[in-house]
């Protein structure tokens, strides 16, 4: 349950939604509440309108994505795990499946092994250096001021994953993988089974089956991954429509590098590459449609890609590099996908300055008037883009067709 506001998974940004991973450095939220369960922190800068109209979404998705987990575990020191107490967990595990018609789906079995250190975090971090291949996703925790290192055990606990013969030898290589450094306690190993319910009761009509092998119980309500989805694409609608495009543009929201550096105002760069451009009297059509102009004859040339030197068109050379994905526009505009999957690079022949940039920069500057803040990697600088582009064209490139 998200308690507490480090309890609560952020979205970079000023409004920072669901439970999980720990908060980011955002400053203390004005407010944190949970939605079945469902953590939804406030920046201050929202309105009491505005968190109310957020709450009132979350609450009409959340309810029909409630699940439950029935979670057994086993935990006991490593040293003392046998093969049959581990075959005994693995057949009732296949039972279950076998069976069918229990009403729960995606039986899981893991095992995790947790060595405390007590308040020794150096000693912690050394160890999970040294740890191999065997204990994988291993992560130093504060536990009531000790210090836990977590890691998953790499042992195929499910019956059709590896005979019993396999899985005493992966013990055994955990464990002397694991060592004898100094522990606070000995390690201990951890199993635990777990399946989802869409409804409490057949949760815990199963019960009963985990705890005839000696697993500790618990029912978890819990909400399914997929509204996760839901509410980040409403969010960013509602960002967008709430005149908070800005927030969509910090790094790591709708791209890793960001359309803006984390303190960069959208309004301070509108307002001054508008005024650079309208200082050398081009326009930002001029600007998008030129580069348009030159990377649509490179795009139908189809002939060279980056490294080879790419299309010379007229008086520019220029180099296209396509990516697997594509980049929204951060205003959510249904836009040219095609143009969101590659970079370019312009060089002026003549000059030999060069332009570099993203397709997409072309649907920002044309349609937004956007070049993407100063900290971005992929701004593309107004003045910069003129002089390569040789804008504001003359009469004599005009006629010339140049
Ligand atoms: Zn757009």
Redesign the pocket.
Known sequence: MATYPSDIEEIPGFMDWFVGEPAASRGEPAESVEVHGFGCSFSRSLTEEERAEVLDFLRSHVDPYKEYRLIGTLSLPLAEISMERIDEIRTVARGIEVAGGHGGRWLSLESRVILCFGTRREAAEKKLETLGPRVYGRRIVDSDGECLLIGQLQIPLREDLGTSAEVERYIALARKEIGDDEFEAPPRFLAELSMLFDERAAAEAMRPRFGAIGLGTKVVEEIHKMVRSTVVAWQQAWLVTSGRVEELMRPGVLSTAGFLGEAERLGDVLKEDASTLAALGVTPADVAGRIREIVRAALGSRKREWEEGGDVIGRFRVRLRHWGGYQR?????T?NTAWGSFDFMIENRRTGAKLEGPGLIV??IA??GFFEGKESPYRVDPRHAAEVLGLPRTFWDRLLRR
């Open positions: 526009c951060p205003w959510l505009c836009s649907h920002l349609e937004h």
